[in-house]
């Protein structure tokens, strides 16, 4: 049965209608002194507060029914067991094996994880060798003096996942070396990274599981050109050479090889690019905090892995909060929500969630290919506190829409603490308090109406495990909110479809073939001309 399809829709629809056309959120705490009590709840490392959002007990009550009817226990179940639970390529999806210990952990006493197959714990080990494996290379390159930049190439989960946790975790970043990310076509960042760099200190990831995303491929030949004119050799056994200063996270090794790598790293099928940063993607990471480091963000992560697979639907923080998209995606017609970070070094986590959610849950098919009636993925986005109030945070006060507001914050962690820190968290408290009472100012031009939504995620400290946490929370929660909606959170195929068309018109460009294109684009590609050389 589809989700808009259950009783429970219906029953949320009628209760939206009846309960919550007048709700108050000031009011709400003053008739329920049990409010705090019941929305909110501590995670592995991870305190969150649902209590200032636009909801009650009661909604969350009907929201669980809901999860029950549309099967969420179900497929989260599924997706512990390794079904292909990625229908449409067939695949499972894994990336929690990843940061899994070897006997199973926390959950080696879950009954799916005990009724496995001695293929599943097969496929663990072999996680664990390529980890292994992987925190060996790391070492070696920590240790390695000559090399002060880390240059990673790659895009989408491969580029986000990787350089979200290196800044984040910028505290424990050996201080020798310097870390670039690059992504985009456009060759003025690879020109910007490339002037400070020099071949003979500089080791270059090459991230793609295919060895052939198109975007990555340009920049990775692109930076093999500039090593080779800066007196790089592309000879296996020169002192600076490609097999030296190159690096392939990869499944195709032929191909790797064949463009003069020689070190891979592989990851499976069952691991998606944007849950990939515990695979082979995680390399620069490792590098940058060293393999014990790397160890505590897999433990955090496996955590919140055992919380997620083993906790009831009432205080499952992930299923929580996935019930809570829903409800105002759905239900209350809110299609925004805002992601306030309040730290530097989580400056990246609103475009790596933006690709998590939107990559993973912008569909409007389900899972079995039927046309889904309702809307899905809200549209993600923000900014680091305390920037954000001095930008945006104008319409999040004043502004016509509603955008329900996301903090998150660290009480302690890292190395500039002190009034700093304290004043951080004091601003992201305040700004949810006076989203949720407003003020009615000297002037209508002062009035700010309040009972504005919004959630407070609380580390107790900012390490490499409250991170790994916090990233698989939001993992979970999409995959939860997929699950309700009944789609496939693992496949994109909206985003072949662009690079699908730019290679075509590549090919006609190079063959000067315009039949039965339309108009705009033709002239478009007239427009820009001939490709330089």
């Known amino acids: 049965m589809m989700c808009h399809a259950t009783p429970a829709w219906a029953a949320l629809q009628a209760h939206h209608a009846d309960a919550m056309a007048q709700f108050d959120l000031v009011q709400a705490f003053a008739d329920d002194p049990q409010r705090l009590a019941q929305l909110a709840q501590q995670a592995p490392h991870v305190y969150a507060d649902l209590s200032k959002n636009l909801w009650t007990a009661q909604t969350e009550t009907l929201l669980q029914t809901l999860a029950r009817e549309c099967g969420w226990q179900t497929r989260r179940d599924a997706m512990l067991a390794g079904a292909p639970v990625n229908t449409t390529e067939g695949r499972a999806a894994m990336h929690w094996l990843l940061r899994m210990p070897p006997d199973g952990g926390a959950l080696r006493q879950h009954p799916v994880v005990a009724s496995w197959p001695e293929a599943q714990w097969d496929t663990l080990a072999a996680a664990h060798d390529t980890l292994n494996a992987m925190l060996a290379l790391a070492e070696q390159v920590r240790n390695d003096r000559r090399i002060t930049d880390i240059v990673n190439i790659g895009i989408g989960g491969s580029h986000l996942g990787p350089e979200v946790v290196v800044q984040g975790l910028e505290d424990w970043v050996d201080a020798d070396k310097r870390f670039h990310f690059v992504s985009n076509v456009d060759g003025h960042e690879l020109g910007h990274v490339l002037r400070q760099v020099r071949p003979e200190s500089t080791l270059f990831l090459i991230a793609s599981k295919s060895f052939a995303t198109a975007e990555t491929m340009l920049n990775a030949h692109s930076a093999r050109a500039w090593f080779l004119r800066q007196g790089g050799c592309a000879e296996p056994g020169a002192a600076v050479s490609i097999a030296r200063h190159f690096v392939a996270l990869t499944s195709n090794v032929a191909a790797a090889e064949q463009f003069g790598i020689t070190r ?19 390399l620069p990471i490792a590098i940058a905090i060293g393999q014990e480091q790397f160890r505590d963000l897999l433990a955090g992560a496996h955590a919140m892995d055992a919380h997620f697979f083993t906790a009831p639907m009432a205080r499952n923080l992930p299923l929580r909060l996935a019930l809570l998209d829903i409800w105002y995606r759905n239900f209350c017609g809110l299609g925004n929500r805002c992601i306030a970070p309040y730290s530097h070094g ?137 699950a309700i909606w009944g789609i496939n959170s693992f496949d994109q195929w909206g985003v072949e479809l662009g690079k699908q068309l730019a290679q075509q018109l590549r090919q006609r460009e190079e063959q000067d073939d315009w039949a039965g294109v339309d108009a705009s684009t033709r002239d478009l590609m007239e427009q820009l001309g001939p490709a330089a050389t």
């Open 264 to 282: 891979c790293l592989a990851f499976a099928d069952w691991v998606g690019g944007r849950f990939s940063l515990w695979s082979a993607i995680g």
């Open 346 to 482: 989580l400056r990246r986590l609103a475009a790596y969630l933006q690709q998590l959610e939107m990559e993973s849950n912008g569909k409007r098919v389900t899972h079995d290919g039927r046309s889904l009636g309702v809307p899905t993925a809200p549209i993600v986005w923000g900014e680091p506190g305390t920037n954000g109030q001095h930008a945006f945070f104008q319409l999040l006060h004043q502004g016509q829409d509603v955008v329900p507001v996301e903090f998150i914050v660290a009480r302690s962690g890292g190395k500039y603490l002190g009034a700093h820190q304290h004043s951080l968290v004091i601003n992201a408290i305040a700004q949810a308090q006076a989203l949720m009472l407003g003020r009615h100012g000297a002037s209508a031009h002062q009035d700010c109406p309040g009972n504005r939504p919004s959630s407070f995620l609380l580390l107790q400290q900012f390490n490499p495990a409250s991170v790994g946490a916090l990233i698989a929370l939001y993992e979970h929660r999409v995959f939860s909110a997929g």
